[in-house]
């Protein structure tokens, strides 16, 4: 059974082009070109858990976006990717903490675009699986369980504030993990505003753990947003 796509893109064009793209993977699309258009196919989908996922345009003509985000939040756990051309770090961080699973701003690669959306389908589709429980990309290698990290076949010794920081972004892997959703898991909910802490513990984890800590392959920057660690190989 195909997965299921709700599209909600006024921009016919780019609706038009995204149905197709996705159509050749093997995606179902539903287009929507308004948020009425979408909550009807909502509710002809049973519940939002018909859905697999969202595309969510923010400037339609009935709306914002965000509504629908916060509506879908309140009902389902359907991951749901913010594509737009507002790219203003505080609005991405807020749809990130509100829920959203990813942010894409256009114009975006279709390649891209295919790339997150495995990785938030992935995410959710793990809920009933075992948990993440190891990472490998590149050299780089991660088991959580053993708290062991290999850099190239070399044992990595982390402190324990390193090792709590890369294993929220593992547990977490190809997805942007917000500043404040770090500081508040590694270093509690009191800690959130103390984006220095980050620097610095990022820092000391891109000195052992990248070939080029200016120039990282495995600990990236969402600037303004937070981080990323890339996605893992496909036979991790
Ligand atoms: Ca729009």
Known sequence: MSLRILLVEDDRELRATLREALGVEGYEVQPAASLADARALLRQ?????????????????????????AELRRSSNCPVIVISAREAEGQKIRLLDEGADDYLVKPFGIGELLA??????????????????SYRHGGLDIDLRTRRVRRDGGEVHLTPTEFELLARLVRQAGQVVTHRQLLADVWGPEHTE?????????????????????????????????????????DA
């Open 45 to 69: 989908a049973g519940t939002s858990s018909g859905m697999d996922l969202v595309l969510l345009d923010l400037g339609l003509p009935d709306g914002d976006g965000q509504s629908l985000l």
């Open 194 to 234: 103390q984006t220095h802490y980050l620097r610095l513990y990022m820092g000391q984890l891109r000195a052992k753990l990248e070939a080029d800590s200016a120039d990282p392959l495995h600990l990236l920057t969402e600037p303004g947003v937070g981080y990323r660690i890339a996605e893992p190989d496909a």
């Open 116 to 133: 997150r959306l495995r990785v938030a389908l992935r995410h959710r589709g793990h809920r009933s699986q075992p948990a993440v429980l």
